[in-house]
Structure formats: structure tokens, C-alpha cells
């Protein structure tokens, strides 16, 4: 019997100001029931999820498809070493599917990992992708005959063995070997699950690449986000609008849609798809809606631009541009405020993680912002702008530069009162001739 592991106790640090990625919602369900459907439709009949302390109570509040069976295991330390451990440990000399929650695959490539490992049931087997530029990742270094000599994680830039990168899709043959290696290297949390496997092959397990040229996403950082996004909103065929939905006059609704029940959407409005609107969602007079993802009972209010967005649930807006951007629950702007998404020179956006320079490879990116932020009128947000959770910017601000939580951020503006001596010349009437 093969176990799955599906690895769901990462701590999101890189993906602030958002949080717990293997819980963002598309299309009304969180990431993770996406892989639980996901495990149905191939026949993966049970999984065993790894979550961390803080996480494991909203975790186990996810659905769970009838046809699957989950269990819950709790990490006791950092690192994916101990997230492997602290669910290997059970499965004896059984082997296993190991697999990261934040990221996206197709069936296509899980049913080929499967029936490679029943073809060569000793094998270690890592399904991996040819990268054109750097990735964070881990590369692999192989032999002449095509298979495995090390995995090399997180090179420098310039300095990776190949063009190889492991996707986290892991066949491991006997998992009571990998925890007795795991154990030695849970002082290494970055790279002891590599560490571990390289000491495998090492001391004689055959492993072997999978390359795969299906769809492979990841949720790292916040405007991942957007790529994800696209996937889903791809995915939709034709029109599918729920009998509830209330539709305006003059609303036009071009391309792929799902607009959810109760959803209603206000006169001389512009829908062009693919779009995603969530239950009990309100859309204003006169908005266009492009390309994007808008979750359940949200208000846009009047004259609001969303284009290439994702938008999380219980969001209000009022006369808003927002572009490119990606948008968590129960955010508010005020009306005339704008996520700019283009730089000047139209160069790509870069921001920081961690206090480290990342070049997002965006020319298009506009604010991320975190739960319970509100905005007041008349705000400007700089491209690739990040805003903690639970903050407040007040009116009029030019926001160039990141915000932590629980920030408020406010224009001191000077104004000078002084006596008018001047009277208008009252020449209305005459501008009006000319019109």
C-alpha cells in the first residue's frame, strides 16, 4: 500500500501579507479541498495531512469529499524534515506520496509518479520541470545515466548543477529508511528533508527523475496568487450564472462567467470574462469587471474598475481602480482610491521578502494587502505595495513603501486660510455658447 503525505504546515512566512496559503479561496473552497477533490478523481482513497500547531483547527474545519478518508498529524518542529517525520513515522516500512499543499499539479502528473513507482516499486522517484531562469529551489545534479546523484537545494544563482528543478512530488520507497535519515538532520530545518535524501541515494537507493511538461503552480509569495488565479478562471466554459442572480439593465456580460446564487449586479455594468463572482455578491452601477476573481458578499459600488484581480470574501469598494492586485477578506476602500500597477519605466515591480530584494518578474503589479485593512478616500498605493493585516490608511496618502500589521498611516497635509479679496467675473453664460 502507498500512503500520500500532503505537506500543509508551512508557517507563510514569504507569503505576507496574506495567510495560510493552503487556505486561500478560489471559487468559494479553499486550496486544500481543491486537493482533496484532486485525490478523489485519481483514486487516492486517503491522505494524511501534516499541519502545524496554529493552522491544524482551521485545517480540520475543510470539507472532506465522501469517497476520502483524512487524518491529521501536528509538526512539532520548522522545516519540511520535520513535517515528513512527524508523518512517516506511522507508515513503517510502507512507502509513500509525499506532496506540498501550496502547490498546484494536474492529474495527469499524479496518475504518471503513481504508475511509475508500480513499475519500479524500489525506487526513489521525484517528479521535476526544466526551469529557463532561476528558481528557489532544489535542484538536481544526475548522472550519465539519467538518474539521480544528488539533490542540491537553494544554489546560489549561476552556481546550479543542471536546469532540473524537484517539484516536491515525491515517491518514497520505504519510509522507515527516510525517517531514520530524517532524524539525524532535524537540526537543518531549510534542507535536512534533501539532506536526508541525498544520504538515501547515498548508501544505495536507486532515484530517478520524472520530468513532467504539465501545469505546475505554486503559492510562495502573495502575487502568486494571481497565477493561481488565472488557472482557475481558465478552467471555466461558457457562462454559467445561478438563477438567483439578479442582472441589471444594460448590463453586458461578455465571455466565461460563474456568478454565484444571490449575486446582483447593478445597471450599465461590464462584465468580461473569464470572471468569478462569489455568493450574495453585489456589483455597482456603471463597473467593469475583467478578468478576475471577486469571493462572496462583497459590495463594488459605483464606478469601480477591478481588472486582473483577486479579491477575497466580505469586501467593499467605491469608486476604485483596482489592478493586478490581490486583495484578502474584509478589506475597505474608500471612494477615489486607487492600487496604481505599473511602474513609470515599465520595468518589473520589485518588492521585499524578509527583508530581501525580490524581483517579482511582473511589469504588472498592484497592491497585497492582509485581512481587516481599511483605506480611506483619495488614496494612492504605489506598485507592488504590501499592507499588513489590520491596518488603517487614512485620506489623501501616496503609499510608496510596505506596512506592517496593525499600522495606521496618515497625510499631515498643511493648509493656509486667508481672506479672499477676489470675485468671480461670472462668465458662465458665455463659456456655456461655446459648448
Known sequence: MIHTILLAGGE?????????????????????????????????????????????????????????????????????????????????????LILNASDIYEDTLLKEILDSQKKNPEALIMACVRVTSYFPGGYLKLKEDGSIEEIIEKPKEGKEPSDIVNLVVDIIPNMKKLCVQLKTYKRFPDDGYERALNKLIKIGTKAYPLQTFSQWLYLKYPWHTLSVMDACLSSIQGQHIDPSAEIGNHVLIKGPVIIEKGVKINEFTKIVGPVYIGEGTIIGNNNIIRHSHIGSQCVTGFGTDITRSYIGDYCWFHSNYIGDSVI??????????????????????????????????RVKLGAMIGTGVRIGVNVSVMPG????????????????????????????????????????????DEFKKNL
Open 12 to 96: 507563510s512566512t514569504r507569503f505576507w501579507p496574506l495567510k495560510q496559503k493552503n487556505l486561500t479561496r478560489f471559487f468559494g473552497k479553499p486550496l486544500l479541498m481543491w486537493h482533496y477533490e484532486q485525490f478523489v478523481r485519481i483514486g487516492i482513497k486517503h491522505v494524511t495531512v501534516v499541519a502545524n500547531k496554529e493552522s491544524i483547527r482551521d485545517i480540520q474545519k475543510v470539507p472532506v469529499p465522501k469517497k476520502l478518508t483524512v487524518d491529521m498529524v501536528s509538526q512539532e518542529g520548522k522545516g519540511q524534515v520535520h513535517a515528513v517525520f512527524a508523518a512517516g513515522t506511522h507508515f513503517g516500512e510502507d512507502p509513500a
Open 328 to 361: 484578502s477578506s474584509d478589506v475597505s476602500m474608500g471612494a477615489g482610491s486607487v492600487l496604481a500597477n505599473l511602474r513609470l519605466d515599465e520595468s518589473p515591480i520589485s518588492t521585499r521578502v524578509k527583508e530581501e530584494g525580490v524581483n517579482t518578474k
Open 385 to 428: 505595495v504590501k499592507i499588513g493585516k489590520n491596518s488603517f490608511i487614512g485620506a489623501g496618502v501616496v503609499l510608496g513603501e510596505d506596512m506592517k500589521d496593525c499600522m495606521y498611516c496618515r497625510a499631515t497635509p498643511t493648509v493656509i486660510i486667508s481672506q479672499n479679496l477676489k470675485k468671480p467675473e461670472n462668465k458662465r
